[in-house]
């Protein structure tokens, strides 16, 4: 069942803990994932091809809330998670209340760190501490063609 993959941040660190001892390399990916569309799907199975286990980092409703603005997320975190864990892709989901994934980065140590296309592998806010950690980030998926904010704006006829 999707929902067995949502794990709190200590499960996953010891999920995690034996993927590697495994001989997997554990990926980390991350996002609000409000009103999941194409581009997210694809954003998660360009990272899972990164490597043998993805780990995805879904953000709370209140670090979207301070993200975004007013009236987001649309769909609460417990939801997000649930719908992102129901990916093949994926195969663990914690939700973070911090507004950046650095501190959740830094526990975990990811042997990749995966971004979107909304980035460069120089601009990616935490790679510092990525590489910190030993670890690499890439940029994956489609051009950022999908947005859900775009979606929101469709919705509402602007």
Not at 79 to 98: C, G
Not at 128 to 142: F, Y
């Amino acid at each position: 069942m999707s929902a067995d993959k949502i794990l709190s941040r200590a499960r996953l660190l010891e999920a995690a803990a034996r993927q590697r001892e495994s001989g997997r390399t554990v990926v980390f990916a991350n996002g609000a994932f409000d009103l999941l569309h194409v581009g997210h799907v694809r954003y998660l199975e360009a990272a899972r091809r990164e490597g043998g286990w993805l780990a995805v980092g879904v953000n709370s409703d209140g670090s979207v809330a301070r993200a975004k603005g007013p009236g987001r997320p649309v769909v609460p975190e417990r939801e997000r998670a649930e719908i992102v864990a129901a990916l093949a892709a994926v195969d663990a989901v914690v939700v973070f209340e911090e507004d950046s994934p650095a501190a959740l980065i830094a526990a975990l140590r990811p042997d990749v760190h995966a971004k979107g296309t909304d980035y460069a592998a120089d601009s990616v806010p935490e790679r510092d501490v990525v590489a910190a950690c030993g670890g690499r980030t890439v940029i994956v998926g489609d051009p950022k063609d999908h947005s859900t904010t775009d979606v929101i704006e469709k919705l509402r006829g602007k």
